[in-house]
Structure formats: structure tokens, C-alpha cells
């Protein structure tokens, strides 16, 4: 079809630098459809066991989103990127799900990725009192930004990733065709809380923009109130 279209993107960050370094998940298609679901907040519990408050709730609704993505090699190869045409021609659609599935993979905040520790400091390993000591460290799953448009940017956590591998290339056996079924939880306000440093700053934006701009549009919807029966409510 002519024309460009606007593609969905799950955006991992690594907090490895200084500044977050961003790892961009494009969409080769975008879903058909996609399964938003919202869940009620917890009831909020009286305060020293007085009598409780039925409409009172702890915190925000929670919020996940559900969609199938479809991946093929022959359309990158055909692509007018020669990069990704050499990488499909090479490994298929390997290095895209390789990308998905890392989103699973829970990482050290604090210290380098163990992959590429080159030290025994860096590998989680410590001198104390002349002998070396391992360090367990803490282990986070990484903050992923869903990217749905410029109206729909929320900080998400992987909770299901389904692969689907239907077709192999003949020689290496790497996957051509794959469809992907993953499911994202909108990360709360407490979990935010727990993200560091301009990673966790950048996630907070992002969901507040879109709460704010979710604000903005149920108000706009005030435009459709003359056509509403509220005329019928007994209100008097």
C-alpha cells in the first residue's frame, strides 16, 4: 500500500550507562486487534478497624493489555534496509523474537550485564578480608514502554510472551514465519516507585502524559452530553 504508516513499539531501556539506552522492538506489523482489560482497585481497608468505607479503594485500577504480533522474514528481505534485508537473509526472524523474549529476562540494576563483566568486581564477586566473596544481586525485570501511537506511551511489564514458530528456513533451521501472543501490565504508581534514577523519571512521564491525556479526552466527551437521556434521570 502506498504511503507510510505509523507502527506500534515496545521499547526496552538498559540503565547499564549513565543514561538509559534504549532497545527498539518495531512492529513489522500491527496487530488487528488488541484486548485492553481493566481490573477494579483493591478496597481500601478502615483505618484501626473502624467501619469500613464500600467505595473506598487503594490506589488506581489496574490495567494490562493482550495482542498477537505476526513476523515474517521474506518481507524484510524485500526491504529497501540493507541491514535488516543482510540479518534476514541470515538468521530469519530469530534476532526479533531473541528481542521478545529478553523482555522476560530480569536484569541487575545496579551493576554491568553479567555477559560482558570482565572483572571479578564487575561479575558480582567482592574481596573481604583477602578472600572473595559472591555478591547476589538484585534482580528486577526491565521497565518496557508500550508505544501505541503518541496518544497511548505507558511503562509496562512483560507478564506473557507465546511463540508460535510455523516456518524454518531449510539449512539453519531459524524461524521465517512466528506469531508472538503477549500480554503487558501498566505499571502502578508503587512499582514506579521502585525504578531508579532517569530510567525511572522517564517512565513516570510517560504515565502521567498518558493518564493526563486520558483525562483531557473523558472530558471532551462532555461534547456528546445534548445527545445523552439525561433528561430521563428523576432528578428534582
Sequence with gaps: MPGKFLKGALIEFTTSFLVPVPNVIIFQFNP????????PAAPLPPPGGGEPNPLAVKGLPGETF???LAMDALDTIEASNQIAQSLAATTGIYSRLAALEMLLYPTDPHLPDILTASTPSQAGVFSLNGSYVRYVPLRIVPTVLFVWGPGRIVPVRVTSLTITERLYDPLLLHPVHAEAQIGLSVLTEDELSQVPGPLGRLARGTYHYTLGLRKGLALANLANAPDSPIGMLPIG
Design 32 to 39: 488487528e486487534t488488541m484486548t485492553h482489560t481493566w481490573t
Design 66 to 68: 493482550s495482542f498477537t
